[in-house]
């Protein structure tokens, strides 16, 4: 909860360089309306007088509860450790680490999506139809599609840990392949914002290869555990 906290206030302070690090992907494709006399102006509309302090808080949970992340890592993996060996549990750090990383990764995939989700959607009414989105809107749109991308990032190591404490096996993983194939499509198209292929292809892509690689885990960790039982 401290970290939560901390992190809140910080996202508070930053606000700025936030909103415009979530601003920038669009800004430089030319997404969003102009207005005024600069042409390189990029504005997002407040509808109402608290719009502006509503989205400066929902950002700053947002990025309190990235900054908090490792402490929940850190806490699952805790649950989950009672039923490890003690070499499993030395991978306690390695594991919030990955984690906070692959969440970032994520986010980071999503910056570049997002643009294209975005000018695809906005297209779909025709050329007699301009978008001006308020902050509300397109802020939502932003973090609802970088959290699912982030999430989405974490599949491989969420089948690490059902692999270690026994739940999933190798030749189940293996054997669930083609299924897993797709739901991961179908998963996709419903967490994509947009209809299309391409976009389709980047969040489906990478879904299918973290599954091949929690396939390929969970036959190293079998494996020396299989090992261990023998040198026992």
């Known amino acids: 909860m401290i970290a939560l906290g901390l992190g809140t206030i910080v996202g508070y302070v930053i606000f700025d360089f936030l909103l415009g690090s979530a601003l920038a992907p669009v800004c430089d494709r030319g997404v969003l309306i102009v207005f005024g006399d600069d ?3 990029c504005n997002l509309l407040a ?3 608290l719009e502006p ?3 400066r808080i929902k950002t700053a949970l ?3 509860l990235f900054v908090g992340g490792p402490v929940i ?3 699952l993996w805790k649950f989950i450790t009672p039923g490890l060996t003690d070499t499993e549990r030395r991978l306690t750090l390695p594991f919030v680490v990955l984690s906070q990383v692959m969440f970032a990764f994520g986010i980071v995939f999503a910056w570049f999506i997002i643009p294209q989700g975005l000018a695809i959607l906005l297209r779909l009414g025709g050329d007699q139809i301009q978008a001006a989105l308020s ?3 397109y802020l939502d749109f932003f973090l609802r599609t970088s959290v699912a991308f982030g999430l989405v990032f974490e599949i491989p190591l969420v089948l690490i840990f059902l692999s270690l404490v026994g739940v999933v096996h190798h030749d189940g993983l293996r054997r669930f392949r083609p299924y897993a194939v797709v739901v991961n499509v179908i998963v996709a198209a419903i967490i994509t914002p947009t209809t299309d292929a391409v976009t389709l292809f980047f969040m489906a892509g990478p879904m299918i290869v973290f599954y091949e690689v929690a396939i390929w885990a969970a036959w190293v960790i079998e494996r020396r555990r299989r090992r261990r039982r023998r040198r026992a």
């Open 39 to 41: 042409p390189d102006s």
């Open 47 to 49: 509808l109402n007088v």
């Open 53 to 55: 302090f509503s989205v």
């Open 62 to 64: 947002v990025f309190g």
């Open 73 to 75: 890592f850190y806490q």
């Open 135 to 137: 902050a509300t809107n």
